[in-house]
């Protein structure tokens, strides 16, 4: 799905991309996309240093696993969107109204050619269609229900704690 998605987007954005990877465990995938793409950058994920440090400095942030990664951005504002295969994709049921709006937001994506062209079609414009009232009200209401922030550690922790007594 990553040299598919890469594949599908403009040439002149294939030049702009950067992809960041775990040095962890198998590189065969990194291996595969640096011999097929030359031109793409590569950024080692630094366990000192905590994800959205690095995707700050991005337009736009693509993962490819609804994971802790893309809650957090969500969570934080930075413009983020998920790429991912259907069987790898799994919400509870009690949680997937929430996921479908951000699905009908062309925030969480199944289909690799409808990504790319939404990439395509709105790299020139991200902060229009991210920072948007309306998008900007679905992601909220998200991360509201789904990745909210409890602030201070200590007190969320006590009163997790407190609610189980």
Do not use: H, M
Not at 47 to 73: D, M
Not at 109 to 120: E, G, P, T
């Amino acid at each position: 799905d990553i040299l598919n998605l890469i594949k599908s987007l403009n040439k002149n954005l294939q030049n702009k991309v950067t992809l960041k990877y775990n040095t962890q465990g198998s590189n065969y995938i990194t291996d595969e996309i640096k011999k097929r793409f030359k031109q793409l950058n590569f950024i080692k994920t630094d366990l000192k240093k905590r994800g959205f440090e690095l995707s700050c400095n991005y337009k736009l942030n693509i993962e490819t696993v609804n994971s802790t990664g893309f809650l957090e951005l969500l969570s934080l504002n930075i413009p983020v969107i998920l790429v991912t295969n259907k069987k790898f994709y799994n919400v509870e049921k009690k949680y997937q109204k929430y996921f479908n709006v951000l699905i009908k937001s062309n925030i969480i994506f199944f289909d690799v050619k409808k990504a790319s062209n939404f990439i395509n079609n709105n790299i020139n414009n991200l902060d229009e269609w991210w920072f948007n009232k309306n998008t900007q009200k679905k992601i909220n209401n998200f991360c509201e229900n789904i990745c909210k922030y409890e602030g201070d550690l200590d007190d969320g922790f006590n009163r997790i704690f407190n609610e189980i007594r």
